[in-house]
């Protein structure tokens, strides 16, 4: 089973900061935070991952709060083309495998 | 550079017929490898994975089964297909463990009738 919640559906008006919430509460030491998304009909691409500090790539930011019992996918000026189904994944960093849960999808407005 | 193969890209098989769907990756050795389906509307639900030639761990009991006789050749199999067997069949690729981005192939859809 995904050891996160995450809202069903988000939308978000183009050119503004998509905020991305995910429920980690049961979070052990060892597990680092991971994100990815599902553009319809392809594979998920990886976004980005961090385990207690904030990070922060070309494609998004990723703050996770101090307790790592949550944290908040950002894109900072969303376009159309981010519409997809984002999922929050905590995986054991010893572990081989991870394991999707449902995820967000979230809608870009125009 | 890495890349990722998967095919078909679609396939429609009547029930009860067999399967075999092929993925190779390029670029990488000893790749761990992972088989993901996708039934319609659903989450992606982990069926298989390897760490090496020959090793094959199993995440879910079903109708499927799944061989790794080359390093970087993952090959999902049935010998007789279900209508539930229906789906976004996706194949990925890490490096090692621990906290490693997963890469994706572009996937098969298959229909079973």
């Known amino acids: 089973d995904a050891k996160t919640t995450q809202p069903p559906s988000m939308d978000c008006a183009e050119g503004r900061a998509a905020n991305l919430p995910c429920n980690h509460s049961?979070?052990?030491?060892?597990?680092?935070v991971y994100w990815y998304r599902q553009i319809h009909s392809q594979g998920p691409q990886y976004i980005i991952h961090?385990?207690?500090n904030n990070e922060t790539n070309e494609m998004a930011s990723l703050i996770i709060t101090e307790d790592r019992k949550s944290s908040t996918l950002i894109l900072p000026h969303a376009t159309l083309r981010d519409t997809a189904v984002y999922y929050c994944?905590?995986?054991?960093?010893?572990?081989?495998?991870?394991?999707f849960g449902k995820g967000t999808r979230l809608h870009i407005l125009p | 550079s890495q890349t990722i193969h998967q095919w078909p890209a679609t396939l429609v098989q009547p029930v009860g017929s067999p399967l075999s769907l092929e993925c190779t990756v390029e670029?990488?050795?000893?790749?761990?490898l992972y088989w993901y389906r996708q039934a319609a509307g659903r989450g992606l639900q982990l069926l298989f994975y390897?760490?090496?030639?020959?090793?094959i761990s199993s995440e879910v009991p079903q109708n499927l089964s799944a061989s790794r006789p080359q390093d970087r050749q993952f090959i999902l199999s049935s010998k007789k297909l279900l209508l539930s067997d229906s789906g976004f069949y996706l194949c990925?690729?890490?490096?090692?463990?621990?906290?490693?981005?997963?890469?994706f192939g572009p996937g098969t859809r298959l229909t079973v009738l």
């Open positions: 990925a690729w890490s490096i090692g463990s621990g906290p490693n981005e997963q890469f």
């Open positions: 670029g990488t050795s000893n790749p761990n």
């Open positions: 994944i905590v995986a054991d960093g010893r572990d081989d495998k991870i394991i």
């Open positions: 049961t979070i052990s030491g060892n597990e680092y």
């Open positions: 390897s760490v090496g030639i020959g090793q």
């Open positions: 961090g385990l207690k």
